[in-house]
């Protein structure tokens, strides 16, 4: 069955490092990745977007990177900051626009 | 824009009883969609709604579970009757082509 994984712990680093999160999956052909962000108490908010074409893609801080061969996308912030601490979804879509989400994982910016 | 709507913010009732939630997707946005999260199931695909004709209703966990969209800018989510394990956010988020999904705030419901 697909399956798709972040690491469920929490991820802590201190103010000013690059923040890696990861996101596996298997058992999938995805057309496109998405990473959104979750607050406390709010809903996801889209980041970006990535094609299974594309081996990257930047948006300000944010950098994210696709292997579709390896089944892995990693998501980057540098310069991390205390107001980047949330819970980071990946989300797989097959091409349907209906994307099928991972649990997330918590990051811990520490000042 | 307001963005998605959703009420209420927060339902509390007793098992048994029917829950209506309920969502206003952006103006002008096509598509909506229902998702439950939980920690232990994370976002779940509930039902998905383009043009207001559900397409894939396939995550509804069961028959007690409901969802309607009579118009462009109305949706509900019908639970009846409710569980405690239907304790979870509800969330509705809505989008007009593309990929990039605008979510609402969420419903936490409690059924005790």
């Known amino acids: 069955s697909q399956k798709i994984e972040q690491n469920s712990e929490a991820l802590n680093i201190q103010e000013g490092k690059t923040a890696t999160l990861t996101c596996n999956y298997t058992n999938y052909s995805p057309a496109y990745l998405q990473w959104y962000r979750q607050d406390p108490g709010r809903g996801p908010v889209f980041l970006l977007l990535i094609r299974e074409n594309e081996k990257e893609k930047r948006k300000e801080r944010l950098k994210v990177t696709f292997d579709t061969t390896l089944k892995q996308s990693l998501f980057h912030i540098t310069a991390s900051q205390p107001a980047d601490s949330a819970t980071y979804l990946c989300a797989l879509d097959g091409g349907s626009y209906i994307p099928t989400f991972g649990r997330g994982t918590s990051l811990i910016v520490h000042p | 824009d307001a963005g998605v709507i959703q009420s209420p913010r927060h339902e509390v009732t007793e098992m048994g009883q029917e829950v209506t939630l309920r969502c206003k997707p952006i103006?002008?946005?096509?598509?909506l969609f229902w998702y439950r999260q939980t920690m232990m199931r994370g976002l779940e695909l509930l039902i998905y709604f383009n043009n207001n004709v559900p397409i894939d209703d396939s995550g509804m966990p069961e028959d007690r579970f409901s969802a309607k969209m009579p118009n462009a800018s109305f949706s509900t989510l019908k639970i009846q009757p409710s569980e405690p394990r239907d304790s979870a956010v509800y969330f509705c988020a809505s989008l007009l082509g593309g990929n990039e999904q605008f979510f609402g705030p969420g419903t936490r419901l409690t059924v005790l």
């Open positions: 103006s002008g946005h096509n598509s």
